[in-house]
């Protein structure tokens, strides 16, 4: 790890200098989570040394395989959004652009899923217990984040006082492209209690109390929220989100302000230029609050007017929908946000009131188009909706796939495409072929790049020139062997691993993904009843023998997942222990489905399940 990260290092100090040096536009990506995986295969590929450190293990003894199982996955991330986030860091540092993601550094990632007797039970995933080499801590460029407080407007001019300090420390993760030199940054913020943290309490002698009260602070990026497409409305997560925010826009002005590399002192003064420089891109409404905080920093600490911060944020902010499930849309009660965030509630309901001016020069006369495009949801306790507030201060709005771009239009977010119809995009959710193609199914890579060359590689669209061989025997044999092969060695690992033996010549059959109702596991759990009632009732049925993989965790507090999950291991146990099925139909749960196993069961399997 160590010989890979010093090979990293050169090509990463000097990435950042030309960033510094040629001064380009900056993409800033925004999310709370990245499912990151693991590293060092990945870095050993991008960097070009594969071939080089599995021939030096080889000649020490060493079975680089076996080392690579040695190191835990990064699982800051529940699922697609998450993973989305680390194969877009992968794809900009391999197109070679000035890219920056920006998270947090969870002390938990999500939890890891044991399976007892049918049932999920989860446990805390301590990723970091032994280190991560390949994080360099910054404290150099730590960022102090307000909370609570108050806001006084005594001198005409609204300002935050009174808060509570916690400090942002920022900690960088290299993020190599593919073998061009280029080594982006990952940086990921811990929360750390300032020294003076509750001086009252030091004061008054309560020394033990007062310690202890740190924690409050240091809890903020504690674990990460293992809820996908679900909203909890916890003020934790509300503190996570705007601590993320907070300590990633001051950081990007910093860098903004200084016009070369090294210069701390802020040279450059005219925010007008901000929207030609900076780009954020947020990762769902999580990263929201970045609207309302850099409207705040621009009036309240640079000292812009409201019409020109606006426009100055209005050209800087994307925004990214991953859903449109009314439960996983993020509204917020506004008195938590009165309590935690009143100065940006305060710039919340001005954005709003302007927001509806502009609806009704468009829609005069329409009292309900008003009301249901507010950004302050008034029924039952008072809520900003987020989805809203990101579409009115973002100039692009994208969906991740046509049909969702397609639905984004014509069902929630209606209204809001009748408004501004050129702010509405789709960009169909891609996967980086780095670590999902070379890394994880390097024959198959190596069997593509006799035929059309390794441009592929960088350029997916190659794939096309493949068609020239879709009658070719001798490459459809080698496809099929490179298939067996895979699917021999997932076999072997469920036998080792699982306990659970499985006929690598019949059809594998599998769904794997974050277990919920919409993805429909159910279906397929219905689906495996029905093929099973037809073999009981007539054992000579022929049929093409199957195996089903179900992988995938279900929310901690998201009991029908859960019981979902025992009813495929309870449907497992009858039909896998039936003598009448025998091997024409088998039930395998992957426990504790992540990154790493990922890269192992999707090279085998025949069939993947997409019926969300």
Partial sequence: ???????????????????????????????????????????????????????????LGLDIEELEEQEADAGLGNGGLGRLAACFLDSMASLGLAGYGYGILYNYGIFTQKVHDGWQVEEADDWLRYGNIWMKDRPEYQIPVNFYGRVDESNGKPKW?????????????????????????????????????????FNTGDYITAV?????????????????????GKELRLKQEYFMV??????????????????????????????????????????????????RILMDVEGLDWDAAWSITTRTCAYTNHTILPEALERWPTSMLERLLPRHLQIIYRINHHHLQNVHKK???????????????????????MAYLSMVGSFAVNGVAAIHSDLLKKTIFKDFYELTPEKFQNKTNGITPRRWLLLCNTALAD????????NFITELSDLVQLKKYVNDAKFITAIQNVKQENKNKLASLL?????????????????????????????????IITTYNRLKKNPQLKITPRVCFVGGKAAPGYYTAKLIIKLFNSVGKLV?????????????????????????????????????
Avoid at 10 to 37: F, H
Avoid at 212 to 232: K, Q, W
Avoid at 447 to 454: A, L, T, V
Avoid at 581 to 597: A, H, M, T, W
Wanted: proline share 5%.
């Fill in 447 to 454: 069997i593509i790049e006799e035929r059309i060359g390794d």
């Fill in 246 to 295: 907070a300590a990633t826009l001051q950081d990007i002005i910093r860098r903004f302000k200084a016009s070369c590399y090294g210069s701390q002192k802020p040279t450059r003064t005219d925010f007008s230029t901000l929207p030609d420089k900076v780009v954020l891109q947020l990762n769902d409404t999580h990263p929201s609050l970045a609207i309302p905080e850099l409207m």
């Fill in 363 to 385: 829609f005069p006369n329409d009292a309900d188009r008003l009301g249901r495009m507010s950004l302050v949801e008034e029924q039952g306790e008072k809520r900003i909706n």
């Fill in 161 to 201: 006082v009174d808060t509570q300090i916690v400090l942002a420390l920022p900690h960088d993760v290299p993020v190599p492209g593919y073998q061009n030199n280029v080594v982006n940054t990952l940086r990921l913020w811990s929360s750390k209690a300032p020294l003076d943290f509750n001086l009252k309490l």
């Fill in 495 to 527: 036998e080792k691993e699982y306990g659970v033996k499985v006929n690598p010549a019949s059809l594998w059959d599998c769904q794997v993904k974050r277990i919920h109702e919409y993805k429909r596991q159910l279906l397929f759990i219905l689906f």
């Fill in 1 to 59: 790890g160590y010989t890979v990260r010093d090979r990293l290092i050169g090509r990463w100090i000097r990435t950042q200098q030309a960033w510094y040096d040629r001064d380009p536009k900056r993409v800033y990506y925004l999310s709370l989570e990245y499912y990151m995986g693991r590293t060092l295969t990945n870095s050993m590929l991008n960097l070009g040394i594969k071939a080089e450190c599995d021939d030096a293990m080889y000649e």
């Fill in 576 to 612: 896998n222990n039936d003598p009448i099925v025998g091997d024409k139909l088998k039930l395998v749960y992957l426990e504790n489905y992540r990154v790493s196993l990922a890269e192992k069961v999707i090279p085998a399997i025949d069939l993947s399940e997409q019926i969300s």
């Fill in 212 to 232: 202890c009260e740190r924690n409050s602070a240091e809890n903020i990026t504690r674990v990460l929220y293992p809820n996908d497409n679900i909203f909890e």
